[in-house]
């Protein structure tokens, strides 16, 4: 089916920006690590400008880089019957690919930092992976990774990748070179998925994202990048199924002005509390999987939380 009055919503190749610091130029904020980890580069011709994000050698040290006037507005004002959010960029592996433990990650969140869909190179097993948030077998919605094939990507290559979110029944799909996935309500082998509809999307990030044993600082870019409302989310017969991976870790409610609660299937270790530029803002109290922000000011922050498999980061809001 031909998309029709497709809608950008934002965008940004990095050819206007200069070589150099990322810092503020294309209305970009980043959170975690430095400035200098957030890098204009010019990695070939071909792509001229590039956003280059230098990851934390370490098993904790997330980094984010969006745009903040966000997609809020913009999808309030699309085009009539364009309700289909699609991003598309590419992704860069960088000389570590098949190292170390993490991702790059393009991602879309909700307005309270509850992601809504993305799409993942995970860096050891140099595969793409696809990211949503859905229901499993009736139970409380959390967010999951799903294996989209098994090609692989070699260091220091370009891979265009996209994935789309339907507002009207929660439909995702994702589509690199390896082919086209879906995920939508309904049974699929042992498991029933129920989506999510109806989530107005607020900000999109870029994230270099470390687990549990990384050692390794994973230097990775993207290109190419635009977030669109368009008319269909462009699946056809050739789309294929995504297969669950495993689950991601989910924390409410979000916003909050006392507690959280973490939802894990894997067991809770630690969790740690980080202010918007990466420096970390207290000893969290954890209770059980109840975590203590009464005593943080204000603001925005990112919680990483060590299970007994990995370490995983998410947003939170403190009213």
Same mark, same amino acid.
């Given at each position: 089916?031909?998309?029709?009055?497709?809608?950008?919503?934002?965008?940004?190749?990095?050819?206007?920006?200069?070589?150099?610091?990322?810092?503020?130029?294309?209305?970009?904020?980043?959170?975690?690590?430095?400035?200098?980890?957030?890098?204009?580069?010019?990695?070939?011709?071909?792509?001229?400008?590039?956003?280059?994000? =230098? &990851? !934390?050698? @370490?098993? %904790? +040290?997330?980094?984010?880089?969006?745009?903040?006037?966000?997609? #809020?507005?913009?999808?309030?004002?699309?085009?009539?019957?364009?309700?289909?959010?699609?991003?598309?960029?590419?992704?860069? =592996? &960088? !000389?570590? @690919?098949? %190292? +170390?433990?993490?991702?790059?990650?393009?991602?879309?969140?909700? #307005?309270?930092?509850?992601?809504?869909?993305?799409?993942?190179?995970?860096?050891?097993?140099?595969?793409?992976?696809?990211?949503?948030?859905?229901?499993?077998?009736? +139970?409380?919605?959390?967010?999951?990774?799903?294996?989209?094939?098994?090609?692989?990507?070699?260091?220091?290559?370009?891979?265009?990748?996209?994935?789309?979110?339907?507002?009207?029944?929660?439909?995702?799909?994702?589509?690199?070179? +390896?082919?086209?996935?879906?995920?939508?309500?309904?049974?699929?082998?042992?498991?029933?998925?129920?989506?999510?509809?109806?989530?107005?999307?607020?900000?999109?990030?870029?994230?270099?994202?470390?687990?549990?044993?990384?050692?390794?600082?994973?230097?990775?870019?993207?290109?190419?990048?635009?977030?669109?409302?368009?008319?269909?989310?462009?699946?056809?017969?050739?789309?294929?199924?995504?297969?669950?991976?495993?689950?991601?870790?989910?924390?409410?409610?979000?916003?909050?002005?006392?507690?959280?609660?973490?939802?894990?299937?894997?067991?809770?270790?630690?969790?740690?509390?980080?202010?918007?530029?990466?420096?970390?803002?207290?000893?969290?109290?954890?209770?059980?999987?109840?975590?203590?922000?009464?005593?943080?000011?204000?603001?925005?922050?990112?919680?990483?939380?060590?299970?007994?498999?990995?370490?995983?980061?998410?947003?939170?809001?403190?009213?």
């Amino acid at each position: 089916m031909t998309q029709i009055n497709a809608q950008v919503l934002e965008s940004n190749n990095f050819d206007a920006l200069t070589v150099g610091n990322l810092g503020t130029q294309g209305g970009f904020a980043t959170s975690g690590g430095v400035a200098t980890d957030y890098q204009i580069v010019s990695i070939d011709g071909a792509h001229g400008n590039s956003l280059q994000i =230098t &990851g !934390a050698a @370490a098993a %904790t +040290g997330t980094r984010y880089a969006f745009i903040t006037s966000g997609l #809020a507005t913009p999808w309030t004002n699309r085009t009539a019957g364009n309700n289909v959010l699609k991003v598309q960029t590419e992704f860069y =592996t &960088g !000389a570590q @690919a098949g %190292t +170390g433990a993490g991702a790059l990650r393009s991602l879309c969140y909700d #307005a309270a930092f509850t992601p809504i869909a993305g799409i993942v190179y995970d860096y050891p097993t140099k595969t793409i992976k696809g990211y949503a948030r859905l229901s499993l077998n009736g +139970g409380a919605a959390a967010n999951y990774v799903f294996n989209l094939g098994t090609q692989t990507y070699e260091a220091n290559t370009w891979i265009p990748v996209s994935y789309t979110y339907d507002f009207a029944t929660g439909t995702i799909s994702w589509t690199y070179p +390896g082919g086209t996935y879906y995920v939508k309500s309904g049974v699929s082998g042992t498991n029933t998925f129920a989506m999510l509809p109806n989530v107005n999307p607020d900000e999109h990030d870029f994230i270099s994202g470390v687990a549990t044993g990384n050692t390794i600082s994973h230097v990775s870019a993207v290109d190419s990048y635009s977030a669109s409302a368009v008319s269909t989310d462009g699946l056809n017969l050739s789309a294929q199924s995504a297969t669950l991976s495993k689950a991601e870790v989910s924390i409410y409610p979000n916003p909050t002005a006392d507690f959280l609660t973490i939802k894990s299937s894997d067991k809770l270790k630690s969790v740690k509390i980080f202010d918007a530029t990466g420096k970390k803002a207290a000893d969290a109290k954890m209770n059980n999987d109840i975590v203590d922000v009464r005593n943080l000011t204000k603001g925005v922050y990112v919680l990483a939380i060590e299970t007994d498999k990995d370490v995983q980061t998410l947003k939170f809001i403190k009213k």
